[in-house]
């Protein structure tokens, strides 16, 4: 009997490593689809997040670690932190109203009622819970294997205390430009609210946002923050359907 026991105590050991492998490769494989899979396709992928709210921290991390894949540079990461956690008893020091009215603008056109943190978009035409890394892969990846033409060039030139950004693309009246000044990283102590006592830290972070015409000439100025560096910095502009939000075209420069 003793003998049975120690052999049945085996077996189920054997059992339990393979199930255990089996379900470390299988997130394994789960954790590089995204960016193995690759056409010549790119996604937009806006978050939507919030220092004072204690569902954002594994949001923020997913996004972090699908810019850490991005080997071929097809993610366009920008994260946006609404200010409507502010009232909670923490401000975030990356909040804006203008990030909320874009949430809100999402949240139209795909449907979504009420809104929520944290909400991760991609290319404009697909909306999920921001930790929801099963679902958000998957969508990236059908993202990556469209083969649309590339024609978005952005130019940079700062002039003082501004910086001053023009475009070479398709022109057309259905569509705008957005802009995006990202700040690539940052931290912050968080010492009321849902997060009180914990260190956060954030990447892809939107400072400023504008909407600019496709028309020849058009330009955007955005005031750069006193913060501003250029090594750690980035511009990141795509082209949006006025109508239904879907993102046609995507490009980004550096310092």
């Not at 569902?55 to 540079?73: K, T, V, Y």
């Not at 993202?143 to 475009?167: A, E, F, M, W, Y």
């Not at 830290?201 to 913060?227: C, F, W, Y």
């Not at 990141?236 to 490009?251: C, L, N, R, W, Y």
Request: hydrophobic share 35%.
């Amino acid at each position: 009997m003793k003998a049975i026991k120690r052999l049945g105590f085996g077996a189920a050991m054997l059992l339990l490593l393979f199930v255990t492998a089996s379900f470390l490769l299988k997130r394994s494989v789960e954790k590089n689809d995204t960016m193995n899979n690759t056409g010549k396709g790119f996604a937009v992928i806006e978050l939507f997040t919030s220092e004072g709210c204690s569902s954002c921290p594994p949001a923020d991390r997913l996004i972090e670690q699908l810019g850490a894949q991005d080997q071929q540079g097809q993610l366009y990461i920008l994260a946006y932190h609404v200010d409507y956690w502010d009232h909670q008893g923490w401000k975030d020091r990356f909040s804006d109203k203008s990030y909320t009215a874009r949430q809100q603008e999402y949240a139209r056109l795909l449907h979504v009622d009420p809104i929520y943190t944290p909400q991760l978009v991609v290319n404009g035409a697909g909306e999920f819970v921001g930790s929801d890394q099963r679902s958000i892969s998957a969508a990236i990846g059908e993202q990556l294997q469209q083969d649309l033409p590339r024609k978005l060039k952005l130019n940079g030139v700062i002039d003082g205390k501004n910086l001053i950004i023009s475009h070479n693309g398709e022109q057309n009246t259905k569509s705008e430009l957005v802009v995006a000044l990202v700040q690539k990283k940052a931290e912050s102590r968080v010492k009321a609210g849902e997060n009180m006592g914990r260190d956060l830290s954030h990447v892809q972070i939107v400072r400023d946002l504008k909407q600019v015409s496709l028309q020849n000439g058009s330009t955007a100025e955005i005031r750069l923050p006193k913060d501003f560096d250029k090594s750690s910095w980035e511009v990141i502009g795509f082209v949006q359907d006025k109508e239904s939000g879907k993102i046609t075209d995507a490009t980004r420069f550096g310092w």
